[in-house]
């Protein structure tokens, strides 16, 4: 079983439709989770993080942790045709002292049709 | 302030061959990793240096290699390029003192093995 697993996808939505994005693991070590958003030819960046369990809100984005069920989630509120992107969730522990390492999801792409 | 630098962003090479990648990280990180993107495996971590030392490394084989400089300039090598190294290579730098793991990647340099 891989640490993170998440559904590549394709998915494919309306403009304004809600979307939601999700990843499961297996490593309880685990602490922080993150999204990064990456567009074609670019490289992924964060776009929302939080620490163990809970939810957080960004504008029309909502990072949900169940460290119980070991599954976060990523909502997107209005989805918009910039959305469109490869969404990747990362998890992070210690390994080694404070030194923090990411393992990532094999990422979601994601169209927003207008 | 500026992003991660990589160069080149696009290669071609032979089977064979060797490459050599350059990264330069955001002013005043001094940790640097490195990934390779692929659609099949998604982000595979390849090694982190941090003051010139590798810190953490992957799964990869021996022809993998990689080192830092003292500016905190990192490149990495492939040797004897093998049809399935295509990929995305990704460098990402990390804040010194991080306690989230957070990493902000550069754009990538594309390698294509014929």
């Known amino acids: 079983q891989k640490e993170v697993e998440q559904d590549p996808g394709p998915l494919s939505v309306p403009e304004g439709a809600i979307v939601s994005l999700n990843c499961t693991y297996s490593?309880?070590?685990?602490?922080?989770f993150m999204w990064y958003r990456q567009y074609s030819r670019k490289g992924p960046e964060l776009l929302m993080y939080?620490?163990?369990?809970g939810n957080k809100e960004d504008g029309r984005f909502t990072a949900q942790v169940d460290k119980s069920s070991k599954y976060i989630s990523l909502f997107i509120r209005d989805s918009q045709p910039s959305d469109s992107a490869t969404y990747l969730c990362?998890?992070?522990?210690?390994?080694?002292?404070?030194?923090?390492?990411?393992?990532f999801g094999k990422g979601t792409l994601l169209t927003v049709n207008p | 302030k500026a992003g991660v630098t990589q160069t080149p962003r696009y290669l071609i090479k032979t089977r064979g061959q060797q490459v050599t990648l350059s990264c330069s990280p955001i002013?005043?990180?001094?940790?640097v990793s490195w990934y390779q993107q692929t659609p099949g495996q998604g982000l595979q971590f390849l090694f982190e240096?941090?003051?010139?030392?590798?810190?953490n490394k992957g799964n990869f084989p021996g022809r993998f290699s990689g080192r830092q400089f003292s500016n905190s300039r990192s490149e990495m090598n492939v040797s004897t390029l093998e049809l399935g190294d295509s990929a995305l290579y990704l460098c990402?730098?990390?804040?010194?003192?991080?306690?989230?793991?957070?990493?902000?990647f550069g754009e990538g340099s594309r390698l294509t093995v014929l």
């Open positions: 490593n309880s070590a685990f602490q922080y």
């Open positions: 240096y941090f003051s010139e030392t590798q810190r």
């Open positions: 939080t620490y163990s369990s």
């Open positions: 990362a998890m992070s522990a210690i390994s080694g002292g404070s030194n923090y390492k990411l393992t």
């Open positions: 002013s005043g990180h001094r940790s």
């Open positions: 990402a730098s990390k804040r010194a003192g991080s306690n989230t793991g957070e990493l902000f």
